[in-house]
């Protein structure tokens, strides 16, 4: 399917082939096993990455495992999701969170033998924001400075509730300055990850395998002494590899395998990070005059039989939904989830009432790679008197073509990020996903009280808004869908709830 995080060439590989917090942190340790350790732990992913320099291709979801080897970040999540100390032990902002203050640990140290100072983070953290990785965007207009050898200060433009979560994904990454001028900076890391990426050994966009760093300052958190990541993008040969115990851990990119990978003996374990639906892109109506009506919309959220869509698209693995909040946001209410019945005759009282008795036509992109989807959309959609005219985009121009934008509403997989990425995503007035730049008083007043209120008016706000969202029906939501990782019988994982890699950190052996 296609999954958007921050970049469409790495949903449409994909598909072929962040709780946050606002406070300040407590100092300590990020959590390792402390348990039994192992020799190798070979994963297999469905995608190489495109480089390793946190200037050019740093990237979380399903290239985390990557750059989590080798780099240190300077937060953490752990296996729920809630933030850890990292590279950095505490953290505070100022009264008005304009000014972030990190403080260092002092014992970490990049593989070239050089100190994880004050300095060295501020060199990555500029890299990052003026380079081309997929998300810095999110950290233009920063300041960063170094206030002493192991106290960092993050200015900003405005307050930035993302903030603290982003630290522990790409935008956190730390790198040795001194790689920044090496030509190689590609495809020869140097961090102060628990890995080191052996060069010799690794093929780039097949095989990428690690030795345990034996100066990292966290032993207890690594349980393996070395790792293997193999790419496979064609999901037989995933199922494939998992017959013949090629691996131990491997992304299941087709959930409809998931019997055949249990039969194996593998354990499957899940999160639900996407969900699907359509995108009722114009709704000031625009292009498609039809979709400015709520009633209109309301009546598209009706046509959908959204159990029967999960069955046929996902063998039932995924939860049906009318929110595009996930449910770890305060502004998820599981109330909401039953908002719009089914109900195709009560959908064609309200195109009636709308004007629209005789029905109406909606142009959507197609690919060929998702039909399934499209003609299910367009039978449903049918049944209550709405026809879709469908132009097909192609794989590669489907993303661009709807964010020219072509198209008034289309079907989309899109990742329920946490909630400030999730509203600069999707729902702002400059979000990328809403490229008509639809915006409602409301809904501007509700995402000016997230940034700029107190936590508990925050949190009020992230309610109102995600209510108010499902009763304009802004989208119209099917399900959320299950994301599956397999380990074999030797191999435990804790999934993070927040990504679409399980964290290294979360593997270990069995006793």
């Keep these: 399917m296609f999954r958007w995080k921050a970049t469409a060439a790495l949903a449409v590989v994909a598909a072929l082939a962040l709780t946050g917090c606002a406070g300040g942190g407590k100092s300590g340790d ?153 030509s190689n900076v590609a495809t020869r890391p140097v961090g102060s990850g628990p890995y080191i990426l052996d060069t010799s050994a690794s093929v780039t966009g097949t095989t990428y395998v690690y030795k345990a760093n034996p100066d990292y300052w966290n032993k207890d958190a690594v349980t393996y002494d070395n790792l293997t990541v193999n790419v496979i993008e064609d999901t037989t040969a995933i199922l494939n590899a998992i017959k013949a115990g090629e691996a131990n851990g491997a992304k299941i990119a087709d959930n409809t395998t998931i019997s055949e990978v249990e039969g194996s003996g593998w354990a499957i374990a899940s999160n639900e990070l996407d969900f699907q639906g359509l995108l009722l892109l114009d709704r000031a109506g625009t292009m498609a005059p039809a979709l400015g009506d709520v009633k209109v919309r309301r009546a598209i959220n009706m046509a959908f039989d959204r159990q029967a869509l999960l069955t046929s698209l996902q063998s039932g693995y995924g939860t049906v939904t009318e929110q595009v909040f996930p449910k770890s946001s305060v502004a998820y209410d599981p109330a909401l989830d039953t908002t719009y019945a089914y109900d195709p005759a009560g959908a064609k009282k309200l195109l009636a009432e709308a004007g629209y008795a005789n029905g109406l036509t909606i142009n959507m992109p197609s690919a060929p790679a998702f039909q399934t989807s499209f003609d299910l959309i367009k039978q449903q959609l049918q049944d209550i008197g709405i026809t879709v005219q469908y132009t097909e985009s192609g794989t590669g121009n489907f993303i661009t073509d709807m964010l020219t934008p072509k198209f008034p509403a289309t079907w989309m997989a899109l990742q329920q990020d946490p909630d ?70 030797n191999t435990t994982v804790d999934f993070w709830p927040t990504n679409a890699y399980p964290s290294i950190f979360s593997f270990s052996p069995k006793n």
């Design 30 to 182: 990020a959590s390792g096993s402390g348990g039994a350790r192992a020799d190798r732990l070979t994963l297999i992913s469905i995608t190489a990455p495109t480089s390793y320099d946190i200037g050019a291709g740093a990237e979380w979801g399903n290239r985390s495992e990557y750059f989590e080897a080798v780099f240190d970040t300077l937060l953490r999540q752990n296996a729920k999701g809630e933030l850890q100390p990292n590279l950095a032990t505490e953290w505070s902002y100022n009264a008005d969170k304009t000014v972030l203050t990190l403080t260092l640990r002092t014992d970490a140290k990049f593989t070239d033998g050089t100190p994880v100072d004050a300095k060295a983070v501020v060199a990555s953290m500029e890299r990052f924001r003026d380079g081309t990785s997929p998300q810095a965007g999110t950290m233009k207009g920063n300041q960063y400075a170094a206030a002493d050898e192991h106290t960092v200060t993050i200015t900003l433009p405005a307050p930035d509730p993302a903030l603290l979560n982003s630290l522990s994904l790409a935008q956190g990454l730390v790198a040795a300055p001194s790689s920044f001028s090496d």
């Design 420 to 489: 400030w990425q999730l509203i600069n995503f999707m729902i702002a007035p400059n979000a990328t996903f809403n490229p008509f730049k639809a915006e409602d008083p409301k809904i501007d007043a509700f995402i000016k009280t997230v940034q700029f209120g107190s936590t508990d008016e925050a949190a009020q706000a992230l309610k109102d808004l995600n209510k108010y969202l499902v009763d304009q029906a802004w989208f119209a939501p099917f399900f959320r869908v299950q994301g599956s990782f397999a380990t074999d019988a």
